[in-house]
């Protein structure tokens, strides 16, 4: 049985494909190649994505596929043909039945760090990187509306440290925590003939999951059945707010990241490379930065939660201390 997969929807037709680029040079270069590339072509992406699409996938793309396959370096190579062959993944993971057979068959998706990026760039180029660049202020305003709202969260999270006392690494990864407290006023489960309140902890639960240092990792990541959709996995201290380490679970895979703050920002990313839903539990939290954050505008209709705490948020702000007043 597939526990992680939920049905694919098309959440975006606008992409474009990654035209031919001479292999050389090292990944990261590669890497800042496209997005100008990308950001350059924003304007007639929608035409050159119907034209694309019209067209069936060459013999070149199944070739590099293949390759890609049973290769994992060198890492240029690799970026370069996970480039040329989007068009056809995309296909592929819209259509597919069977998300992790699809994903064994692109694992270089999950298993080469910058891919994951790569395709999210593709669909909304000059985004990619908006989460690293602003979170440093971002995670300030949410705390200052955390203050405003007066609700005594950290000790329903059992976070010891005074909220006022934080320090500036502290906030950042408090911030994500208070995320599905916030946001989680009007979130209610769907499809069912008596809807059910989703509280706070049920949605921090399955927004960023907690486990302890001395826990079997792989152990968790064979037996959990629980959350269907990506989430970000953490080892640490949930009290102190102290991280040592930060995934991204889907399908079972675990793809380790750089900070907390990387694997929230790869885990939105995923939803969209590889068109699921938002899993309802914490779908406030996703629309938030979907909304707030990334504005794709995919979210037609955020909750008024959204859109409070959307509407203290400027993205241009400078991280300085007057924040936190």
């Given amino acids: 049985m597939n526990l992680f997969y939920q049905e694919s929807r098309v959440i975006n037709d606008k992409s474009s494909l990654h035209k031919r680029i001479p292999a050389s ?12 590339k990308h950001k350059a ?12 699409m019209s067209e069936s996938p060459s013999e070149d793309e199944y070739e590099k ?8 370096t060198p890492l240029y190579q690799v970026a370069e043909y996970m480039a040329e062959t989007f068009r056809l993944r995309s296909e592929e993971l819209r259509n597919t039945d069977n998300l992790s057979v699809t994903l064994s068959q692109w694992p270089r998706l999950i298993d080469t760090p910058g891919m994951i990026d790569q395709d999210f760039s593709v669909r909304y180029p000059g985004k ?3 989460v690293l660049h602003k979170w440093d202020s971002i995670s300030k305003q949410i705390l200052k509306f955390a203050k405003k709202t007066k609700l005594d969260v950290c ?24 995320l599905p407290y916030l946001l989680s006023k009007s979130a209610y489960t769907k499809g069912s003939k008596k809807r059910r309140k989703i509280t706070g902890g049920q949605s921090a639960d399955f927004f960023i999951k907690f486990i302890k240092t001395n826990e079997d990792l792989e152990e968790f990541r064979l037996s959990e059945s629980v959350r269907k959709q990506p989430f970000v996995l953490c080892l640490g201290n949930l ?20 900070s907390l703050v990387k694997a929230v920002d790869t885990c939105f990313k995923i939803f969209y490379v590889l068109q699921l839903q938002f899993p309802e539990e914490c779908s406030g939290v996703w629309c938030f930065f979907d909304h707030t954050v990334f504005q794709t505008n995919e979210i037609k209709s955020p ?3 959204v859109l409070s705490l959307g509407s203290q948020i400027d993205l241009e702000e400078r991280p300085n201390e007057n924040l936190l007043v």
């Fill in 155 to 178: 000790r329903e999270i059992g976070i010891t440290q005074n909220i006022n006392e934080w320090s500036a690494d502290q906030i950042n990864v408090g911030s994500l925590i208070l």
């Fill in 128 to 130: 990619q990187e908006i």
């Fill in 239 to 258: 009290k102190n707010l102290e991280i040592q380490q930060a995934y991204i679970m889907v399908e079972r895979r675990l793809m380790l990241a750089e």
């Fill in 303 to 305: 909750t008024s939660s």
């Fill in 65 to 72: 596929k293949s390759w890609l396959s049973y290769s994992s």
């Fill in 41 to 52: 072509g924003a304007t007639s992406k929608s035409k050159d994505f119907i034209c694309l």
């Fill in 25 to 36: 040079g090292l990944i990261e270069h590669r890497l800042k190649y496209l997005r100008r």
